[in-house]
């Protein structure tokens, strides 16, 4: 599976858009890129996952480069309760089990 | 909405007890699996399941077993607990092509 380069923090201050990057270059055709957030003392949370398209749910967007070495989380708007660990990972969907997990992004949001 | 439970949150064993962890999911999912998370190493696979009464190694399954006789519940086992094995201990769950849902996580310390 690709391996996936996160920075290990970052501040974004409440109301603002954060912007959490994430680095794949050896994603391969198949690999999909999923995010997780793992608030403190807490277990994972799916957030988002795309192959290749832009997406967008309740809680985020998934901006995807076009040559799919990188992507991008977007919570548009973030709160306190947004603090965590996010964790971007690629593997091939359905294969839980092959998913590597990183030491993912810590988001502080700021008051 | 999806529920894992955890059978603790917190566990405290002497070394060479024998340790059962409970997950237990609602959703009818097929799949499930038994993570531990150390400061620093990020989330490994110890063993998952996609059926009943079946199992399969994960990255670290070395002093664990597990066992799946319903398809709700997943136990891990530790035969005799060591003190290598103080960690927080992470049940998810899926559907065949779908993303996990973590519980809360069992924080077991051996002494």
């Known amino acids: 599976d690709a391996k996936t380069t996160q920075p290990p923090s970052m501040d974004c201050a409440e109301g603002r858009a954060a912007n959490l990057p994430c680095n794949h270059s050896?994603?391969?055709?198949?690999?999909?890129v999923y995010w997780y957030r793992q608030i403190h003392s807490q277990g994972p949370q799916y957030i988002i996952h795309g192959l290749k398209n832009n997406e967008t749910n309740e809680m985020a967007s998934l901006i995807i480069t076009e040559d799919r070495k990188s992507s991008t989380l977007i919570l548009p708007h973030a709160t306190l309760r947004d603090t965590a660990v996010y964790y971007c990972i690629a593997g091939p969907w359905g294969s839980n089990y092959q998913l590597i997990w990183g030491a993912g992004t810590k988001l502080i949001i700021k008051p | 909405d999806v529920k894992v439970t955890q059978s603790s949150r917190y566990l405290v064993k002497r070394t060479g007890e024998k340790v059962f962890l409970e997950c237990v999911q609602d959703m009818d999912h097929e799949n499930m699996f038994w993570y531990r998370q150390d400061p620093g190493l990020g989330l490994r696979l110890i063993y998952f399941s996609y059926d009943v009464k079946m199992k399969e190694k994960g990255d670290i399954p070395e002093g664990y077993s597990v066992s799946r006789e319903k398809k709700e519940r997943f136990s891990l086992i530790l035969e005799s607990a060591s003190t290598n094995q103080t960690s927080m201990y992470l049940c998810a769950s899926s559907p065949p092509g779908g993303a996990q849902y973590f519980g809360p996580g069992t924080r077991l310390t051996v002494t």
């Open positions: 050896t994603i391969s055709g198949n690999e999909y």
